[in-house]
């Protein structure tokens, strides 16, 4: 009877291990299907980001070429720097009623080589200040047709008192005035340089600072276009 009974309660111990065994392991292979199920979940989601990283990726490369040619077409198409200025200057002059087909001309018969004569001119004159104008303020060229002056600023004393000459550490704005009233400018620090056209003629002027109260121009003729 003793025998028996021990050997049901072992039963009963071993089919309590058994249960407890089989739970675990039910436990555990739930937690392997889960941990799967995750996996799959990550791996799909990490393949659809890396998919969109890829069409970002390549968005952005068809977008900078965009940018790229957009880029060049407008530096090709759009005028900048001295292109700029001349085609403005053209517009200016097409504007003033000039006809196109002379502007044409003009820039189809410029060039580098230098066609000037061989001989300029220089002379001198006062330049205008606010309590200097008198003799020897200006000067002419072409024949008379053309007339240079100037104006600056007043050169000062130790007091800061006004002399009757310009300061030549200041601008100075110099007019190139023709028969008729046409009137060109170049201002500036001094020295300055500048190009007038009268008639069929092109006179090129460089300015320097001379003696006290003095501007030294010297100016080419040259042949125009």
Known sequence: MGT?????????????????????????????????????????????????????????????????????????????????ELLELAREKIADGVDAERLRFVVSAAENRDRCDNEPTSKRFLVK???????????????????????????????NNPEAWYDPAKAVTVSFVQLGGSVSEASGLLPLHHSVVVADREYRFSLTAGARGFINVTGSDCPYP
Do not use: H
């Not at 002419?140 to 000062?156: D, P, Q, R, Y």
């Open 129 to 159: 200040t606010p309590i200097y104008v008198g003799a020897n303020d200006s000067v002419t060229f072409a024949n008379k047709a053309l007339t240079v002056t100037a104006a600056g600023e007043s050169a000062t004393d130790a007091l």
């Open 4 to 84: 028996f009974v021990v050997a049901l309660i072992a039963a009963g111990l071993a089919g309590a291990g058994y249960q407890a065994y089989q739970t675990g392991t039910d436990l555990a292979r739930r937690d392997v299907t889960r941990l799967e199920v995750r996996l799959s979940e990550l791996t799909e989601a990490n393949t659809t980001l890396k998919n969109e990283n890829d069409e970002l990726a390549g968005a952005l490369a068809e977008a900078k070429q965009r940018e790229e040619k957009l880029s060049q077409r407008y530096e090709r198409d759009v005028p900048t720097g001295p292109i700029k």
